[in-house]
């Protein structure tokens, strides 16, 4: 396993693992990576597995945890299994944020306590620009849900996923979630990514090898390259950048990846801003 | 006939295939298991070793190939195999000997080469251990080391016949029409009785 970790500390991998918990989403976003949806596919991550391979991520030299979807709150058994999770490791989990209202955000209660954070995507200032991209309400929901978080106790980042905003709309971008309580260093701003929905969209950035830094992911498909990699194009999973099937034991995607990432240039995707 | 399995086109190819897609289709074996990386990366260079150059002569490396093939009536790889025999100099009354539309008795007359098929017949079709004469009279032409490449390239064309038949691959129209231009029939999957 030595490989790994060497890779892990001279920069060739990431120290951070993904899981893809899900496919579906309450939420049709028009760049939408995978290309969920209500309908979509559930292509779900069993727990236990998530669970398992999260201590053998620990044991490799993983720091952190990244779990993703689809919208990962529609499983209500998440942040139980996010608890759990977290005893080895920090986990970031992604969500839309438009499901922590009434009993939704009592269900959180496991993960309060926990080295865990939630990311919430926020796209614009402008409740119309952001809504044209997630959908009706988006954004009246997701401001509501950030304040009701915080005050509860959960620790929350915000993404933003879109073209590069002018000066004026990246100031009322940042002037909106420091309103919200959340610090700029909890606030990233990433491209929208040439895959998925992404595909035709004018401004998206590439997404191959030689731009994504490797950061292997889990999915229900198998080992992946970048969370950036298991995208869904007219609904079957894109296999240009699985690494492998095998997804357990974690060692061997993780070498399998290291090895397949020998060579790149260390951060040769900074540029794009998609780590 | 629609093949069982669907191929990984060469946009689609894992980024530790991409090489083998740089020229072309690669065919169907490898389009299909390009659906599994890790799989493939072992799979490719050890079917390379056994039916590629080594110490047993292409010659006899496709007497067994064509023959297991028939045997196991996988008509991909006879079809694929009657081009590569051709290729490879065998005549046509031995390919379609092989094929087993002649019976082979009446088409090879070398001694290393009857004991040849008896082992390759036995160990495709048969179950068990292989009968003393058999066995006697195959070792009596071939060193151990042969014995055993062949027997591993038996194996293994076993495999790939199962895999081709099961999954319903398909052979190029370039390769059926070669074939057919030959006089070959290309959609048979009934192989005769051993000779």
């Known amino acids: 396993m030595n490989a790994v970790l060497d890779a892990m500390e001279n920069g060739t991998i990431s120290r951070r693992v993904w899981f893809y918990a899900n496919y579906h989403c309450n939420l049709e976003c028009s760049y939408c990576l995978t290309e969920s949806s209500p309908r979509a596919p559930r292509r779900q991550l069993d727990h236990s597995l998530m669970k398992s391979l999260t201590r053998q991520a620990a044991d490799l030299g993983f720091t952190e945890v990244g779990v993703t979807g689809g919208e990962t709150f529609l499983d209500l058994a998440l942040p139980a299994t996010l608890a759990e999770m977290s005893e080895s490791v920090p986990v970031i989990v992604l969500t839309n944020g438009t499901l922590f209202a009434g009993d939704r955000l009592e269900r959180l209660a496991p993960m309060l306590g926990r080295q865990i954070s939630m990311q919430i995507s926020l796209d614009s200032a402008n409740p119309d620009l952001n809504d044209m991209a997630r959908g009706p309400e988006n954004f009246a929901k997701v401001v509501e849900s950030i304040p009701r978080l915080i005050n509860a106790g959960h620790r929350v980042r915000i993404a933003s996923t879109g073209q590069a905003p002018d000066e004026e709309s990246q100031e009322a971008l940042c002037t909106l979630h420091r309103s919200l309580g959340i610090s700029d260093d909890d606030h990233v701003v990433r491209p929208i990514v040439r895959r998925g929905r992404g595909a035709t969209f004018d401004g998206s950035v590439p997404a191959g090898p030689d731009e994504l830094f490797p950061e292997l992911t889990i999915t229900a498909d198998g080992a992946f390259w970048s969370p950036f990699a298991p995208t869904v194009s007219n609904d079957h999973v894109d296999t240009d950048l699985l690494v492998s099937r095998t997804v357990e034991p974690l060692s061997v995607p993780a070498q399998r990846l290291v090895a397949l990432a020998q060579g790149r240039p260390v951060g040769s995707d900074v540029a794009n801003n998609i780590r | ?195």
């Open chain 2, 1 to 195: 006939m629609t093949a069982r399995v669907s191929f990984i086109t060469a946009n689609q190819a894992p980024v530790s295939a991409r090489h083998l897609f740089a020229g072309g289709d690669p065919g169907p074996l490898v389009s299909s298991w390009a659906q599994v990386p890790e799989m493939l990366d072992v799979t490719l260079p050890f079917v390379g070793m056994i039916m590629g150059a080594s110490s047993v002569s292409v010659r006899h490396k496709e007497l067994v190939i064509l023959r297991t093939s028939a045997l196991m009536q996988c008509r991909f790889c006879i079809n694929a195999h009657t081009e590569v025999a051709v290729d490879v100099g065998l005549n046509e009354l031995e390919i379609r000997a092989l094929r087993g539309e002649l019976a082979v008795g009446d088409v090879f007359a070398m001694p290393s080469e009857i004991a040849l098929l008896r082992w390759i017949d036995a160990v495709a079709t048969g179950r068990g251990a292989v009968a003393d004469d058999i066995a006697t009279a195959f070792a009596g032409h071939f060193q151990d080391h042969e014995v055993v490449e062949v027997t591993m390239l038996i194996g293994a064309t076993l495999m790939l016949n199962r895999y081709a038949s099961a999954l319903q691959l398909p052979n190029s129209a370039e390769s059926i029409d070669r074939l057919q231009q030959a006089g070959y029939e290309t959609a048979l999957t009934n192989q005769g009785a051993i000779a």
